[in-house]
């Protein structure tokens, strides 16, 4: 270096605050603002009587909470006809998800195990036709399903529906367990064979016990996905199983007369609680969960 | 090409709780070839990146060229730096990673032209250079990253485990370019290492590092042939040094005892008076003699494993008391396992460490 | 080592629901899909070939060309905005800085929402006589208006905002994960060469991640073209018709106005474009041997 000769500055360098990490504090506290914003008018909101609402601001705390709004919204908000609440939604939203888990979970991780550790002919076939099509939206399969479940006379029912999740759920469920499988030392896999444990023997007893954190990521993806499905539980579940989405938004916007916006707010918290109790809950493995599940989205 | 020493006083480096570096000071002189050996997580890396710029010290001073460059940024220490994993920049050719720091510093583009030229020339790049980096092999992966490191015409040039990612005969190729490339620059080199063959043949001198503490700083003959204690005789030399458990004994002649042997200590030079204590004895494998067994300083030991390594043998001995050493022969030795040899380990050669601080004597 | 005849059996019809809903659901009704769009059905599926007459009259169709219209603005500023919104706070978050985990799942949480209810924070969050607009008026801004949501031209705008807020996180997590893979000798290296850190994300890391900015594109536009729920809760395609959205167009003309014809055509439409996304997509991955 030729610049041999300019002094240098001698003084301890401060590492704490320079301007620069100002601006990146600042910038982190405004973009978190503008994230966390709607989720504390839909909590302050759901607080406050409509007359505080109409005069009020947006953005004030409530002067006086009150938890009726989210009384009502539970209990007799009215989604179409009946006036039942909310609560009949996230019944039926329940209903559907534990089995349509569970299922979809079982024949994912089966399909990924049979496609990972067994080379049958033609799975990659099978396989990289899968990762395709999971990206093909809805729409272009619904009416030919709505079709052939009426004429098998399933029609639209819970069954439908858990049928429709764990369909639309196995590309996403098959990839997440293939890699992991895969991802195992084959050692393990050849030395079950050796002791002489067969096809089901070992997906019972060695590769599923050996999975439970791809069971973790796969329950909270699913759990997630299904309870803000929208569209499947619309068409296929059926008026009597119409899941908590489709019931929050006949609350919101099919209301006669004037807008109950507390209970509206009430109503979407309720909607959104399983979600954010399974994000909060879950810390880093909803990160692993749409990291591994990224392919679908 | 200016040279630049590098002074280190009093240096105290940690991460959190963890004490990494205390005060340490180390002196290298302008176109020296430095090494730092010693076990991993020893510290040398943290050592080399101080000098770097790109970890801050709690405490200590750090000099460059006789200028206080303690908190100095690394681009202006006048110091290059060739890193293990290389760490070339994927998506710019060749090219583009020589000579990209040249640009953003404003360089006028003949001079990082001529700059780059020249490295590319030093290096055997000129066909390469517009290739990426995921085009080349690890080798020259590794002559780019030394090249980026030249075009800064530093002072100083710090390497750490620049080799350690190539396999076996790259890795010895790879070590006479460097080797030449210090000769014909005449730059400052500090250079890391847990490969005590690189450490002995690059270095002018090496710094052994355990524990955050500079072992012994010394040329490679002085630290092969007088570790100063036992962790810098174990850790340097392959095969490893013998050591033969004993006492010093003082009754006349001054004589090292193990077991029911008693070696003559004629001709080791004590660094203090010798006292009467026990003491461990070390010996390089290839010090050891065979000798006739009417030789007074004959010991006898049976052989229990004989190892050929190509161009000598290996043969495992035990002595009567149990004590178990090795040495070298050539590979013709007409050795078989039981066998009865006569050995002598000339007092020279030796090297005495106490029981107890593993100090040498 | 040789699989014997019962655990090939087993695997094969382990294998059986899969290669069932593959050929039934995914291609058969693909295909039935693709062939409806040639017919002239209308309230029930009929064979009546009138080849690519739905189509004429589907790009003829002014809520359909609004659709797509609005549908390509969405498309554009979404994937745009999030992208780059959720690489700068990945960048942000990737500083070193304090409370790290809180802040990512400040980022991140909207996307645990559905879009139904994103939709509907959003629709009252921007309600002109008592959202925003209202706020900033109370605050002394007596000229501000914000009332995009109930302005035709400006509808479609609001379910960007709306969208950005969901998804952005999701591009953080992936590109936050892309900047933790950059080995940190790259960092050191940068600071020898004296690059200004902006310098260093411009031209040498942003170039690196092209695998994490394509994985998030793609999963940003395949969203797009299925974009329904957030359109549906938040304006109903309203006002008018000035947020309708294709698959909010086939929806509807499949399961209110009775005309399967022109909605299978639409689908089929949406279906093309989803494959002109991410046929590339899959072939780049394949040829770099990513496929995982
Ligand atoms: N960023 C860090 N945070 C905490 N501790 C660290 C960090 N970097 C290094 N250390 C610790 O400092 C000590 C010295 O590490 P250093 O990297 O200098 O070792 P090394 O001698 O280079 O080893 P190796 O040969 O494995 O590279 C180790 O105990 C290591 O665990
Ligand atoms: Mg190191």
Redesign the interface.
């Known amino acids: 270096m030729t610049a041999a000769a300019q002094p240098l500055p001698a003084a301890r360098r401060s590492k704490r605050m320079t301007p620069a990490r100002w601006g990146l504090y600042a910038f982190i506290f405004i973009t978190a603002l503008y994230f966390l914003l709607p989720l504390y008018v839909m909590v302050v909101t759901s607080l406050k009587p409509m007359a505080e609402i109409r005069q009020g601001n947006l953005l004030a705390l409530p002067v006086a909470p009150s938890i009726d709004a989210w009384v009502k919204a539970w209990t007799s908000a009215c989604t179409g006809l009946t006036c039942q609440g909310i609560k009949i939604g996230f019944l039926n939203s329940l209903r559907i998800m534990v089995p349509s888990v569970v299922i979809s979970i079982l024949v994912g991780s089966l399909t990924g195990y049979a496609l990972s550790l067994w080379r049958v002919r033609g799975g990659n076939i099978l396989f990289g036709t899968m990762m395709v099509v999971a990206f093909i939206p809805y729409q272009v399969f619904i009416y030919p399903l709505v079709r052939v479940f009426s004429f098998t006379g399933l029609g639209q029912s819970l069954l439908t529906i858990v049928i429709i999740h764990t369909i639309f759920g196995l590309p996403t469920m098959t990839l997440l367990f293939r890699n992991y499988f895969a991802s195992l030392p084959v050692e393990l896999f050849k030395a079950a064979r050796v002791d002489g444990a067969g096809f089901y023997q070992i997906y019972a007893r060695i590769m599923m016990p050996m999975a439970t954190p791809m069971i973790v990521v796969a329950v909270i993806l699913q759990t997630t996905g299904i309870w803000n499905d929208f569209i499947l539980g619309l068409v296929f579940a059926g008026r009597d199983n119409l899941p908590m989405t489709v019931q929050l938004n006949n609350i919101v916007n099919s209301t006669q007369g004037e807008r109950a916006y507390n209970v509206d707010m009430a109503a979407t918290l309720l909607t959104a609680l399983l979600p954010l109790v399974v994000y909060f809950g879950s810390g880093r493995w909803f990160v692993r969960g749409i990291a591994a599940g990224a392919v679908k989205g | 090409m200016q040279k630049s020493n590098v002074d280190i006083r009093s240096l105290q480096i940690g991460f959190g709780g963890l004490k990494v570096l205390e005060n340490l000071n180390l002196n290298v002189e302008a176109s020296e070839f430095l090494v730092l050996l010693g076990p991993s997580g020893c510290g040398k890396s943290t050592l080399l990146n101080a000098i770097a710029g790109l970890i801050d010290v709690r405490g200590g001073e750090i000099h460059i060229g006789g200028r206080d460059v303690t908190w100095a940024e690394p681009k202006d220490r006048g110091i290059a730096m060739v890193f293990q994993s290389y760490a070339l920049y994927p998506r710019m050719s060749v090219r583009r990673n020589m000579s990209f720091g040249l640009s953003v510093a404003g360089t006028p583009r003949d001079e990082i032209e001529r700059r780059v030229g020249e490295a590319a020339r030093m290096l055997q790049l000129n066909s390469l250079l517009d290739r990426r980096p995921s085009e080349l092999s690890g080798g020259q992966r590794q002559r780019v990253a030394i090249g980026r490191a030249l075009v800064r015409h530093a002072g100083v040039y710090l390497f750490d485990e620049p080799l350690s990612n190539l396999d076996a005969q790259l890795r010895a190729e790879l070590r006479v370019e460097i080797k030449r490339l210090h000769a014909r620059l005449g730059a400052t080199m500090i250079y890391v290492t847990h490969d005590q063959i690189e450490a002995l043949t690059l270095a002018d001198r090496i710094a052994v590092m355990q524990g955050g503490v500079i072992q012994q700083l010394d040329t490679p003959k002085k630290i092969y042939r007088e570790p100063v204690n036992r962790f810098v005789a174990s850790f340097v030399g392959s095969p490893a040094m013998n050591f033969i458990p004993g006492r010093i004994a003082r009754d006349g002649e001054t004589g090292f005892i193990a077991g029911a042997n008693r070696l003559g200590l004629n001709g080791y030079a004590f660094r203090g008076l010798p006292t009467d204590a026990p003491a461990v004895l070390g010996i390089r494998p290839e010090h050891i003699e065979l000798t006739a067994s009417d030789d007074p300083s004959a010991v006898s030991a049976r052989v229990e494993m004989v190892e050929p390594m190509g161009a000598d043998t290996l043969i495992w001995c035990r002595l009567a008391d149990n004590t178990a050493f090795s040495f070298r022969h050539d590979a013709d030795a007409q050795v078989c396992v039981g066998d009865t040899l006569n050995v002598r380990f000339p007092a020279e050669a030796l090297s005495l460490f106490d029981e107890i601080s593993g100090q040498r004597l | ?1 040789r ?2 005849l ?3 059996i ?3 019809t ?2 059986l ?3 069932l ?2 050929l ?7 295909g ?2 693709v062939w ?1 769009s040639l017919t002239n059905s209308r309230m029930l ?1 009929n064979n009546n070939f009138v080849g690519l007459r739905q189509y004429e009259m589907l790009f003829g169709n002014d809520r359909w060309i609004t659709s797509v219209h609005n549908i390509v603005i969405y498309g554009v500023l979404f994937v745009s905005l999030a992208l780059s ?1 959720g690489f ?2 990945a960048v ?2 990737d ?1 070193r ?1 304090r409370a790290e ?1 809180t ?16 939709g ?6 921007l309600n002109p006589t ?3 607009q ?2 900033l008026r ?1 605050w002394g801004f007596e000229g501000a208006t914000f009332d995009w949501i109930v302005r035709p031209e400006t509808a479609i705008y609001c379910l960007v905002i709306a969208g950005v ?1 969901q998804a ?3 591009v953080m ?2 590109m936050l ?1 892309g900047l933790r893979g950059v ?1 940190e ?2 960092w ?2 940068t ?6 850190k902006w ?1 260093v994300y411009v ?2 890391i942003i ?2 991640m092209g695998a994490s900015f394509a ?1 998030a594109a ?2 940003l536009s ?2 797009v ?2 974009l ?2 957030l359109s ?2 938040m304006t ?1 395609g309203g006002p008018g018709i000035a947020s309708e959205v ?2 909010k167009f ?2 509807d003309h ?2 209110e106005r009775a005309n ?1 014809g022109l ?2 055509a ?3 439409t ?2 093309i474009t ?1 494959i002109a ?2 046929a590339p997509y ?1 072939y780049w991955r394949t040829r770099k041997g990513e496929m ?1």
């Open positions: 080592m699989l014997s019962n655990s090939r087993s695997a094969i382990a294998l629901p899969a290669l809903v593959m039934v659901v995914y291609i058969g009704a693909t039935w899909t409806m599926p919104i700068l706070l942000a978050i500083q800085v985990d802040i990512r799942s400040i980022y991140l949480y909207p996307y645990s929402m559905s879009f139904v209810v994103t509907l924070v959003w629709q009252w969050l008592l959202g925003i209202h706020v109370s807020w952005s996180g999701l997590a992936i994960a080995d000798e790259i050191k290296a600071r020898v060469d004296g690059l200004p310098r031209s040498i170039p690196m994985t793609v999963l395949t969203g073209v299925r329904y729920d549906v809760a109903n294709p698959a086939v929806m499949l399961f399967i909605a299978t639409a689908a089929t949406m279906l989803v996304v991410v899959f995982r």
